[in-house]
Structure formats: C-alpha cells, structure tokens
C-alpha cells in the first residue's frame, strides 16, 4: 500500500510539472532551441536507453518470481523498477527528440512536458496495481471471475459431488483467499463417505495453484454438504437453481404441464406412477 501511495504522488507531481510548463509556454515561455548535438548528449540518451532496458527486465523477473511464490511485496517492488524504466522515458524522448529536432531546424521543446504527462497516467496505473490487491482485502473483496470458475469446475469433478452452489470467495490478505461453498451429494450415502467427499473437494480447491491473473490462491476452505438425488447430474437442462424448464413434461403440442413440480425428481416419480 505504501509502495502504491509513493508511485501515485510521484505521478502526481510529475503531471503537475509537466501541466505548469505546458501552461508557462502558452504565454510565450518557450525553452531555448538546441543547436548543436554534442557528446555529452549523446551519452546521456544511450544512458537513459540503457536504464529503460535494464529496468524493464528486471520487472519482469520479478514479477514473475511474485506470482509464482504469491508475494504481493515482490509484485510491488516489480512495479517499483517498472516506475524507474517509465521515469526514464522523458529524458530518453527529450534528448533524442530535441537532439533530431535540432539537426532539422526545429524547436521540439514540448517533448518533454508531454512525455511527462504519458509518464504520470502510466504511474496512476501502476500505483493502481499495487493498491488493488490491499484494498481487496480490507474491502472484503471476493476473488477474481478466474479463479472463481477453477474452484467451480474443481468442485464439479470431484466424485461423489452431484452439484456445487452459493461458493462464496472472500480476500483476507494481499494473496489469500477464503472460500465457503455448499456441495450436493447422493442423500444414501452414510456421514461418512459425505464427510469424505468434502474433505477430497477441501484438498482439491486448496492444492489449485497461483492464477494466472492474480497473486491469491485459497488458503481456507469450508464445505457444507447438502443431501440430493444423483440423478439430477444426468438431467438434461437441469441446473441447482432450477432456472431452466427443458426437463418439464409437456402435450403434444410441446406447451408444458401446469400441474406442479417441484423437481426433476417429482417429475420421475410422477412419471413412474
């Protein structure tokens, strides 16, 4: 959070400096024209070139290295040596564009200023990054629509369960997520053997690795098991909410029967009798 806060006052102040030249040169301020292009120049723009360079690979490294041990800190710092590659850009299109400028006849003197502000917008983005996962967590944020659909379709493929709904996923830190669900399995089965599917499901969601978008993973989870009638699963059109009437007798005409049903199950025993 700390680390966010910094990058976006960085920002900040850059985009202000570079809003209050912009603003002096409509006055009439211009800076003085470069005229010559001496050595001096030319090593400062390979320097600055060299630091883009070097920087940006040293983000992706770490980054990298963040996401794979889910460390929000390494991501921070990541950004931290992307926000160095990005301060470098200014001078880099400053001193090549004024330089080039210069060789032509022209006064790029804006270059600067405009630079700076691309700069600043990129820094707000990074600072949000950085931010994002913190305030997750103290917001009481559910998990990201990624890692949401692997523990359903975990879930799901796990034997024994015939259904999976209202899983709820809850940030409790920068990287760890809780997650409650409630499963349905065959209501024969002994307290036993529901018992053991719930802890297989609790393995399984807990062993799902880092997502590919985000640094959390779950690290708490509580199932809750429900009784249910296996043939459910095989039902065509049939879902926990019951939001879809494909499996509802109908006539001839394809209208369906009004009489009540108040599941695929009411409907086999109805169909039997």
């Not at 790029?108 to 700069?119: C, K, Q, S």
Request: net charge negative; with cysteine.
């Amino acid at each position: 959070m700390i680390i966010g806060v910094a990058l976006a006052a960085v920002g900040l102040g850059l985009g202000y400096n570079a809003v209050i030249a912009l603003a002096a040169a409509s006055t009439g301020a211009v800076p003085a024209t470069m005229t010559t292009v001496d050595a001096l120049t030319i090593v400062a723009t390979a320097v600055a070139f060299v630091s883009i360079a070097s920087k940006e690979i040293l983000y992706r490294w770490t980054a990298a290295r963040g996401v794979q041990y889910g460390s929000s800190a390494l991501v921070a710092n990541a950004w931290h040596h992307r926000s160095d590659a990005l301060s470098s850009i200014p001078p880099l299109l400053t001193l090549g564009g004024t330089a080039l400028g210069a060789r032509f006849g022209y006064n790029l003197w804006f270059l600067d200023p405009v630079g700076t502000v691309v700069v600043c917008v990129m820094l707000l983005q990074a600072a949000w990054e950085v931010m994002h996962p913190t305030l997750g967590a103290l917001l009481d944020a559910s998990a990201d629509r990624r890692l949401c659909s692997d523990i359903r379709k975990t879930v799901l493929a796990t034997d024994g369960v015939i259904d999976a709904h209202r899983i709820r996923t809850r940030v409790i830190c920068s990287n760890a997520v809780a997650v409650d669900l409630h499963i349905t399995v065959d209501k024969d089965l002994s307290v036993e053997k529901g018992h053991a599917i719930a802890s297989d499901v609790q393995d399984r969601i807990l062993d799902l690795g880092v997502n590919a978008e985000s640094t959390t993973r779950p690290v708490d989870v509580m199932v809750h098991v429900e009784p249910g009638d296996p043939m459910d699963k095989r039902l065509p059109g049939h879902t926990s909410h019951n939001t879809k009437v494909d499996w509802l007798p109908k006539d001839e005409s394809g209208k369906v029967i009004t009489e009540p049903h108040d599941s695929p199950t009411a409907w086999k025993t109805r169909a039997k009798s």
